[in-house]
Structures are given as structure tokens and as C-alpha cells.
């Protein structure tokens, strides 16, 4: 007894043994973790004088998961198989006594034990979906055996961490001890489970819920029809069904089988890789390898917002939601009360769908100052300006900004195109403004482009890092040029798609194609949620783009039933004739005769001088990294995880193939487009964007 190794003490109190795992910070399923339970587990079976085992954990967590570092590497006995068959075939009773997050592997092996306890606040989970991956220790077979296949379908597909009352409801879990008092109260649980000579509850033996399942197959397929939006494009959910499926309809071992094949084809596939890599790559986006180490952050305990339209009030809502005090400004009443009402609206939407509590609404609202004077401003530490996209009315709004703003205050500008320092040049504190750039909605769209200026000091680059996390936010640090990096590549797309439809293709062929490529939406549609109208001005327009004349048609998009699409009350676009007809127009008046363009060709056109940008953004050093790049398309724009991310995808299709297109496509990209040095240098040696370090 004692130390069993680095990671596991084993400890025996009145006939109960204790494995007891420290391995911080979250109790990882690492080598020496399973190693020290299988050891543990040997010697409390051989040691007649102990009855039942609990098997707890210290720190701030039960085990959480697999040791995400040996993924990849050659698996290393004893297996997590092993670990959970040594405690499920103990002829001892074991426990799991669990606080924190049960998640991943965690829970599997709280499911091999024959009881579990757990505190109050504890929560248990299988999130291996998000990284296209089944859990495949057992969790797809164990768990609809126990909660029944409804539920473990639902859990398993979302990756939700549940919390411990709703476990102890579906049976998950057998009793919720005080919280504080785990330890004790495991041990006594399992002195009477001894006391009262319990069965040894074997998860696998427990039969009754998935044969209550055995022959209703429209479960399965409800269960698909129900969430086919949701589950678009992604291989993980479809495989997790097949999984149980195999629960309710094979006995336990064939069903362990399937689910070890079907896990083994995601981790070999594509889409495992593309999402594994994300994982790391949002992990990377928040270290700055100049910045130096533990820079602390300034405190940010009252923020200023200029501008309460689409995005001030979006902004607005991020720092309501944590407590901190937000005053806006605007510069009429009308604008300003129409702002605040959209703010209470989505509060009020949110709190409808029960996801947020009534009171909290007024808690959130009444952190909010509304007002007209810029000089409620003074003592905020952080002043974010979303105005019009107008460099003259940004550099007045600055120039009051900085005569006004407290010593010591950030100031930041939420511009999605201008050019961060002419608009710091104006203040005598530039090394204090940034660029917040978020994305829209701004309350719910998880990127942060933090914009470094020439001049910005490293300790408010850091703190704007740091106060992303926050808010919830995923920070992407990049630098001054036209778009940063996503509307910059956006842009790029934008180029195409538009020089296509001269050549033939429809605004709704482009769209499908990037729809189906995984996208929520191609740029045709994206334009016209946006509104046709954004930098269009009546006065000057002059019927030279299509996008033009839609507009003097007053057809400025989803806003106004119709844009590009027609749409009907509920909003649902359907292909225009009039479009069609304008593009028609365009095309002969051009002497241009349409032809047929494949599917491949849009998306190439779409996609790979987007990629073609990335690397031009990475040649001027505007994102750190590659990944930097992928991580703002994923969080910004919704590029599909599955497929890692831009420059992620340039990879697997290889740069080589990347560059022989664009070649091949040639004067048809525009007199204006040039491949890359950089990408056209990696192609002929043969690398990839992952191999620049
Ligand atoms: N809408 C988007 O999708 C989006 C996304 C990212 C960034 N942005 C950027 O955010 C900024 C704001 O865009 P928006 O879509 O919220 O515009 P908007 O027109 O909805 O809102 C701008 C608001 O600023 C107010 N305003 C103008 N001048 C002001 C002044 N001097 N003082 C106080 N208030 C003033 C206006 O009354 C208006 O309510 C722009 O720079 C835009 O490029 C927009």
C-alpha cells in the first residue's frame, strides 16, 4: 500500500482501498494513470482485508479524459480497455467517486465501475465528437445501457457535459453526496454496499433498456431526421449512431467490436485530423512569441462604446454578460434608444428560450448607460469605437476620444477595413490603440481579430488577448492591412464568385457548391443578409455592377424580400429571375457568351485563391502562424472544423495541386491576382503550410 507510482497512492481505511490519482491538472488518462489503477487494482484484489474499492481523485477534477498528447503516438499498455476491464471484472465492489468533469475516457472508466457517486456540482460527459471521434472504450456500448439509447444518443452526438442532478435522474449516477465531503462519503457508500452484500452492477450485463430498443429502428432514423442540419457534413454523429445501434442490437462484446472499428476508421479519417489539429491550433492562437511571458493584463473594470448600431450593441452585450459596467454613446437619442431596445430584445429572446434567467435580463440591462455625451467616457479603461466605416468621422471620434479618455485607457477601434494606425495617429497615445475587430453577430460570433497598430505597446496586445478569453471570445492576433486576414481572404473569394457569374455561372450555382463544401451559407447569400447596401450610396450609384442595380431596384437583400434571391415571408430564398436577367444583360452588353462551369471549378475559384491571400498574409507577416489563419475563418465565417480550416486544407489537397490550378486557371483570376512567392516556393519543395515553423 502507498504510492503505487508517481500518479497513484493506494490506501486502505476499514476494509475500503482507495486509489486516489494526482495527476494535474485535470487527471488525465496518461500511462502512468492507467498503469497506477490496473496496480492498485491487482493489489487490492489480492489483500483479503479489503471489501470494496473507491477510486477518487485529487485536484480540481475526476479524470477528464484521454492524455491528449499521446494521441497519435503508439498505444502503450495497459490500454484504457484494460483499465476499465479491471475494475468491471473485480469481484470486489468498486466506486467511482467523482467531482469536477467526468469526461472522455473519464467516464469510461467511471462506467466499468459497478457504482458511482458524485457531488453536486459535478458534471459527466463524452466529448470526443468534437474531435470526430467515437468514445471508444466502451462509452457508445456502456452508456445506452444505462441511461437507455434515446439519451446516450443525445449525449454522446452533442458532447454536452451533464450535469450531475440530470446523471442521477437518468440513472447515471447512483447518489449525489455533499459537496466538499466526496472522500468520506464514497468511503461510506461503499461500506454499505459491502454491508448490505450489493450485487456487483456490471454495466455491460445491464440488458433491459437497450433490448426495450431491439427492433424499433425509427429511433435511430428519428434521431438522424431530427438533427440532419446539425450533423451537415460531419462523419462523427453518423458514426456515433451506427455505434449504439450496435448497442441495442448485438450482444455487449460484438457491439465493443463494432464501436472499436467504427472509432479506428475516425481516427485514421480525414475529418478526426482536420479537427484534432484545430483543437491545437486555438490553443496556439493565444500565445504571442514576442510578448513577454505572464505580461500582466490591465484591468478592464469599465468599458465605452461609441456607436450603438449592428455592432456597438452586439459588443455592448459581451461585457454586460460578465458583469463588467458598458456606456454607450451615440450621437442621437432615437439611434441610441433603438440600440438599447435591440439589446433587451436579444436578452429578452435568449431568456424565452430559457437560456438565460429573467431576473439576469434587468442584471445585464442595468449595467448599461446609455448617453450622447463622449465625455461619459473619462474613466473607462477601455474604449471600443464602432462608428460608420468612415475614415474621417473614425479619426474625429479618435481625436475627441484621446483629449477625453483617462491616461492609461485603451482605445479601439472595431473598423473592418481601415487602417488602424493613420486612425492612431490622430490621438499623442497611439501605442494605447488597437483594433477590436469583431465579427457580426458580435454577441454570438466566437473570432477576434485584435489588430497590433505600428506603434501598439505589448501590454495592451496582452490584455486585449487576455480579455478575449473573458468574453468568451477566441482572440486571433493580426496585423494593419486592408480586411486583416479574413475579410482580406473574403475579399479574394468575393473576386471570383463575382468574375464567374459573368462567365456563366449563377449567383445560387456558386452558393451551392460552397454550401455543399460545408459553409452555412455561399457569398451570394452571405450578401444579402448583410444588406446589398453596405458602401452602396444612392447618389453616386451608377448601374455599373450588378450588385448595383439590384440596389436601385430596392432589391437590398433579405431585408427588403429580395436580393440576389427572392424570398418568401419565412425568409426562404429562392433563385431570382430578375437576377438572372440582370446578369444576363450584363453579359451581353460585355459580348460575353455564358458557358457551363463544373462544380470543381467554382470551388477551386472560390477557395484556393483565398488560400493563395493566406499566404500572401503570411509572407507580410500579418497572422503569426498558418493556423492563426485557419482559426479565424473556423470561428469568423464558419469554414466547416472538418476541414481544418483554409490553409489547413491547401495542405491535404496539396500545395503543389494548389498552384498547377491557379495556373491553369491564369488570366481567368483577373489582371490584378499573383500567385505567392511564398506558396509557390512550399509547392515546388514539396511542404506543407504545417511545416512552416
Ligand atoms: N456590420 C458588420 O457586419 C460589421 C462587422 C464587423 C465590423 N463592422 C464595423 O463596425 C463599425 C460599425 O458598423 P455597424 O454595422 O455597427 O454600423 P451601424 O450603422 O449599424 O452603426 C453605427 C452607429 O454609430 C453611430 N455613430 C455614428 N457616428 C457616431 C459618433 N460620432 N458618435 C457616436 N455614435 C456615432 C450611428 O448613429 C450608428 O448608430 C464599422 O466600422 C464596421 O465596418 C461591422
Redesign the pocket.
Known sequence: MGAINAVTDLSVEDGIALITINYPPVNALSHAVREGIVNSMKQAGADAAVKAVVLICEGRTFMAGADITEFGKPPKSPWLLEVIESLENSSKPVIAAIHGTALGGGLEVALGCHYRVAVPSAKCGLPEVHLCLLPGAGGTQRLPRIVGPEKALEMITSGAHVDARTCQAMGLLDELVPEGQLRASAIEFAKKVVAENRPLKKVRDMNDKVEAARGKPEIFSEFRKANARKFRGFLAPEYIIRSIEAAVNLPFDEGMQIERKLFQELMDGEQSAAQRYVFFAERQASKIPDLPDNLPALPIAKVGI?????????IAMNFANIGIPVTI????QE?LE??LAVIRKNYETTAKRGKLKTEDVEKRMSLLTGTLE?EKLADCDLII??????MA??K??FAKLDKIAKQGAILA??????DINEIASVTQRPEWVLGL????P?NVMRLLEVVRGAKTSAQVIATAMQLAKKIGKVAVLVGVCYGFVGNRMLAARQEQATAMLMEGAMPWDIDKVLYDFGMPMGPFAMADL?GLD?GWNKETSSSSTVREVLCEMDRRGQKTGAGFYDYDEQRTARPSPVTEKIIKDFMSKAGATPRQLSEQEILERCIYPMINEGAKILEEKIALRPSDIDIVWINGYGWPVYRGGPMFYADSVGLANVVAKLKEYGPKLGAGFSISPLLERLAAEGKRFQDLK
Open positions: 461609441v456607436g450603438a448600431g449592428t455592432m456597438g450593441g452586439g454613446v451615440e450621437t442621437r439611434a433603438r440600440g463622449l469605437e464602432a462608428v460608420f466605416e468612415n468621422v473614425k474625429e471620434v477601434s472595431n473598423t473592418s477595413y481601415l475587430h469583431f465579427f457580426s458580435a448583410a453596405i
